[in-house]
């Protein structure tokens, strides 16, 4: 696992009505951490169906942890399964955590173990460890009840596809070859199939902007995409600015954040056009990830289609909506 300990970073976005996202919260720990274990598919269930509801641009699904059910993000930013303090803090402690971000400091953080995790009816987890940890700023910030987030670990031996247009995430499972059959896509042919590097938990696509090559780390829990501010000039020369805006997080801590406009992003195959990113500091997201970031794909990237993760083979694949 990435880093040492616990990092927490919560970084309040707040723009003007063209653009927000949630308060970024990214989790970092230093030394090994055993695997989520293998999902359970309930008897010869292929593909689990779930509803997504959305909390701005979040990813909302109802999952259960043991006897409680409730609102889980979709995160593949964080590493695994973390739980909201506010409604897990009395499960067993197996560990305290240090944790701190350029928001402040968060405690109470701690590592503990789940007996049952259910997603819908047909997949089951037995005794996954997860981490718990002050979620209040998402709550806060979208006014809706959240019980954790779905972290990147947890999908390790499976493949996910996510419809927006429809509101529904798929959940697959693969061949002992790590393939997904055809009956079970959801689309015949993508648009875009690219490969990723998951490194740290976290997922990496390469693309292009401006003739210059780029590591974007793909985060369902970014409600924009994202640049860091030492971004090339050419790429940065090719971008048109639509807002400036200057916020302050807890302690005082002054962040510029930069909303801009560009034309051609390409990813695998696909030239996506009429791109919009927030340009900021992504230093601080580099080391919590524990691998250098160039920018992040988030929101206005892939809810442009119907996407496919397979996390065994490391592949991204979209089908681009028409409309």
Do not use: C
């Not at 860091?228 to 048109?240: F, N």
């Amino acid at each position: 696992m990435r880093g040492i300990g616990l990092f927490v970073l919560l970084l309040s976005l707040l723009l003007s009505n063209r653009a927000s996202a949630k308060p970024r919260l990214i989790i970092s720990s230093k030394g090994a951490e055993s695997p989520s274990p293998d999902p359970t598919f309930t008897d010869d269930t292929k593909t689990v169906t779930i509803p997504i509801k959305r909390a701005g641009n979040l990813i909302i699904i109802e999952a259960q942890v043991d006897s409680i059910a409730g609102n889980f993000v979709l995160d593949t930013g964080a590493p695994y399964l973390v739980l909201n303090a506010t409604y897990f803090r009395d499960m067993p402690h197996l560990g305290d955590r240090e944790s701190n971000g350029v928001n402040g400091t968060a405690t109470g953080t701690f590592k503990t173990q789940v007996r049952n995790f259910d997603i819908g009816f047909d997949l089951h987890y037995n005794k996954i460890t997860a981490d718990v940890v002050d979620l209040s700023a998402i709550e806060n910030s979208k006014q809706i009840k959240i019980l954790g987030l779905l972290g990147t670990q947890i999908f390790r031996k499976i493949a996910i596809t996510v419809d927006l247009f429809h509101n529904v995430l798929y959940l697959h499972k693969l061949d002992n070859k790590g393939n997904l059959a055809d009956q079970e896509r959801p689309f015949a042919q993508p648009d875009m199939k690219t490969s990723f590097k998951n490194m740290n938990d976290v997922l990496f696509i390469q693309g292009i902007i401006n003739d210059k090559k780029l590591w974007f780390a793909f985060d369902t829990g970014a409600e924009s995409n994202l640049l860091h501010t030492s971004a090339p000039d050419k790429i940065l020369s090719s971008m048109s600015i639509v807002n400036k805006s200057k916020i302050v997080g807890v302690g005082g801590l002054r962040y510029d954040i930069v909303y801009a406009q560009f034309d051609k992003l390409t990813i695998g195959n696909y030239a996506f056009v009429n791109n919009r990113i927030l340009i900021t500091n992504l230093e601080n997201l580099g080391k919590a990830y524990g691998q250098s970031v160039d920018a992040v794909l988030g929101y206005d990237f892939f809810s442009r289609g119907i996407f496919t993760i397979n996390f065994v083979k490391n592949e991204f694949e979209m089908y681009i909506y028409k409309h």
